[in-house]
């Protein structure tokens, strides 16, 4: 099991396209003799980057293969060739042998003319990686058209000339229009919101690891270690240092692990992550094998041939290297309780697609885990004032797994809205928070029982008492919400309001149109300023402004009265009625989704890719004022709303 989920998380990578200049750079020709036409691609690699050949196993990297469309005066001969270069492996990753190319790559493939004109149109299937990242299965597409006996064939200019085509009918329209330089001379506001966002990360990733530190496989171990540095020294002042080394190897464990997810994935990915349908029912699904452990189904454990290796080497050396290793038996020790908390930091950071966000959360994390064995190491004393072991502990972890199921909810609900299943609207998402926080309060009350807990104990503790309190408050806060009201604690989590199939409450804001060119000819029509609001059913900040935000009777005011508000979801899964090919940073881009369409408007018109992102524009599509992101400032939206009114009445 930990195999295959280590495997899945290096995998993950793979499914997103970076938002930049393509590594690889394919062109197509053809060669003839006779009767015999060979289709030739020609590949430059970027260093560091390496494409896969053909006729991979399955279950391993993307093979390359060619597929013809439309194929007239020719047949096919065999299969497509590699050309000299080919490198072949043994790959650990994916536990087999695979072919790839570096540099440069030549893949062939052998056809039959039959006489008279022909046309070869079809697309070349690949895939490529460097030792971060992974492409998707990328297509290089080709229309090649000649004649048997004398006619010259076209290559890759033809697909590039026709993808110019297709992009013309969006940059000819003016309202696709790129205005970067016009919006730019506005003030933006929420710029500083990415700074917050680190912070809350931070302090997110801290709080996991004091949650941490009160669970059944630390707790007892500080008092141990701590004991044993005093102990092997004698003397205070070494003891408090290899303590304190011992706190900063955890940290290094920890923060190398946070860094790693982001070499792995890239910036990219994790932004594309957060709304990638696929890997929230696979955050789903991970979280709810963490919520079960927590609550004693069963125990994740590493094996015990890792912890053995580990501690041996660790007795067997001395210096730094010895309080390292000791520093990393504690981490695979304590992994069935770190794991799931780790596990829910990493995949809640990494889908908020911030570069930096793994590394700063595992930092905090590794902070609050080492903080004790630091503090009690310069303060021996105060290890007799620590509660001892008990039962609590495991109180501690049942509590963690009821959160870790409430919040692998919002994983699903992600995917469930992107693709439109409707399996999870409103009101069934608080149905099971209120079932879930209110079963969290009954066991806080010694009504529930879990295989870990002492079954004769009757008595409930004052801080048990408490949390108990706090969860059936919460539980119950939240039933009103089934008819519809707003309920803005958990609005960052609980799919949007327009979701709920019966709300009393009314006063939410919708928006008036989900397409942008139709939205514009209404705005025109009615002679209204338009507010652009880029979205995604993944975004957790754009909830809370909805809630927080847009619910102001100002706002809302104005959002029906004064605009025309038009809601554009990048992560929407619709399909085009067909795919539109658009020539972007020099790169061939295929647009196959709806929301491929809206996030290519975003990042065309006004060079932007984060959500949420308003802007008000006139009917030409113009800014009217900057741009706004995540602030839940009432005062400062009004602001901005004002702004853009004065200057289209202008």
């Known amino acids: 099991m930990k195999k295959i989920l280590f495997s899945l998380l290096l995998l993950l990578s793979t499914v997103v396209y970076a938002q930049s200049e393509s590594p690889i750079k394919i062109n197509a020709s053809v060669d003839t003799e006779g009767a015999e036409l060979t289709l030739k691609f020609v590949a430059e690699i970027e260093p560091g980057w390496h494409l896969y050949s053909t006729g991979l196993a399955d279950g391993g990297p993307t093979s390359a293969t060619v597929t013809f469309e439309t194929l007239e005066g020719a047949e096919v001969v065999g299969a497509l060739t590699p050309g000299a270069g080919?490198?072949?492996?043994?790959?650990?990753?994916?536990?087999?042998?695979?072919?790839?190319?570096?540099?440069?790559?030549?893949?062939?493939?052998?056809?039959?003319?039959?006489?008279?004109?022909?046309?070869?149109?079809g697309y070349l299937r690949y895939g490529a990686c460097n030792d971060e990242n992974c492409?998707?299965?990328?297509?290089?597409?080709?229309?090649?058209?000649?004649?048997?006996?004398?006619?010259?064939?076209?290559?890759d200019k033809t697909a590039e000339t026709a993808a110019v085509a297709v992009a013309d009918g969006f940059s000819s329209n003016l309202l696709w229009k790129p205005v970067v330089e016009e919006l730019n001379a506005y003030q933006s506001v929420g710029a500083e919101s990415a700074s917050r966002s680190?912070?809350?990360?931070?302090?997110?990733?801290f709080g996991g690891g004091l949650l941490a530190l009160l669970t059944p496989c630390v707790w007892p171990i500080i008092p141990m270690t701590v004991?044993?540095?005093?102990?092997?020294?004698?003397?205070?002042?070494?003891?408090?240092?290899e303590a304190a080394l011992y706190g900063l190897s955890i940290v290094v464990i920890y923060l190398t692990l946070g860094l790693a997810v982001t070499a792995i994935f890239g910036a990219s990915a994790l932004n594309a992550l957060s709304t990638n349908a696929v890997f929230n029912v696979f955050f789903f699904l991970l979280l709810l094998l963490f919520g079960a452990s927590f609550l004693g189904g069963f125990e994740l454990t590493l094996p015990s041939s890792w912890t053995n290796k580990v501690d041996s080497k660790a007795s067997n050396t001395t210096g730094l290297l010895s309080i390292f290793l000791m520093a990393f038996t504690l981490s695979l020790v304590s992994f069935s309780c770190t794991g799931p908390i780790i596990g829910f930091l990493l995949v809640e950071v990494s889908t908020s697609g911030s570069l930096f966000g793994p590394a700063i959360g595992m930092l905090g994390f590794a902070l609050a885990l080492a903080l004790p064995f630091t503090l009690f190491a310069l303060f021996p004393s105060m290890l007799k004032q620590v509660p001892r072991s008990g039962g609590w502990m495991n109180v501690v972890k049942v509590t963690l797994g009821f959160i870790e199921l409430a919040f692998?909810?919002?994983?699903?609900?992600?995917?469930?809205?992107?693709?439109?299943?409707?399996?999870l609207d409103r009101e069934v998402f608080l149905a099971l928070w209120i079932v879930l926080f209110t079963m969290l309060g009954l066991y806080l009350l010694n009504i529930i029982k879990f295989p870990h807990d002492n079954p004769d104990e009757r008595t409930t503790s004052v801080p048990r008492f408490f949390v108990a309190l706090f969860s059936l408050a919460f539980a119950v806060y939240m039933i009103p919400g089934l008819w519809g009201a707003p309920c803005k604690a958990v609005s960052a989590f609980a799919p949007p309001m327009w979701t709920q199939d019966f709300n009393l409450a009314g006063g939410d804001v919708h928006a008036q149109f989900n397409d942008y060119e139709e939205g514009m000819a209404y705005a025109r029509r009615n002679g209204k300023p338009v507010l652009l609001d880029f979205t995604g059913y993944g975004c957790v900040n754009c909830r809370k402004m909805e809630s927080a935000v847009w619910t102001d009777a100002k706002v809302s005011d104005m959002l029906h009265n004064d605009y025309v508000l038009i809601t554009l979801f990048v992560d929407d899964k619709t399909a085009l009625p067909e795919t539109v090919t658009v020539m972007e940073q020099g790169v061939e881009r295929k647009l196959r989704t709806v929301g491929d369409k809206w996030s290519y408007l975003q990042r065309c018109k006004f060079g932007a890719n984060a959500q949420p992102f308003y802007v008000p524009v006139d009917n030409d599509g113009m800014p009217l004022a900057g741009s706004y992101s995540y602030d839940e400032n009432v005062e400062a939206y009004v602001k901005f709303l004002k702004q853009g009114l004065q200057n289209y009445k202008k």
Do not use: C, H
């Open 86 to 121: 080919e490198i072949e492996i043994d790959d650990p990753i994916f536990e087999m042998k695979v072919k790839y190319f570096e540099n440069s790559a030549t893949l062939t493939q052998k056809l039959k003319l039959l006489g008279g004109d022909y046309r070869l149109q």
């Open 135 to 155: 492409l998707p299965p990328t297509t290089y597409e080709f229309d090649i058209k000649g004649a048997y006996g004398g006619a010259t064939a076209t290559s």
């Open 198 to 205: 680190l912070w809350l990360t931070f302090l997110l990733g």
């Open 227 to 241: 004991s044993f540095f005093l102990k092997r020294s004698g003397n205070r002042g070494k003891a408090l240092r």
């Open 408 to 423: 692998a909810l919002k994983f699903l609900s992600v995917a469930d809205l992107a693709y439109g299943w409707g399996i």
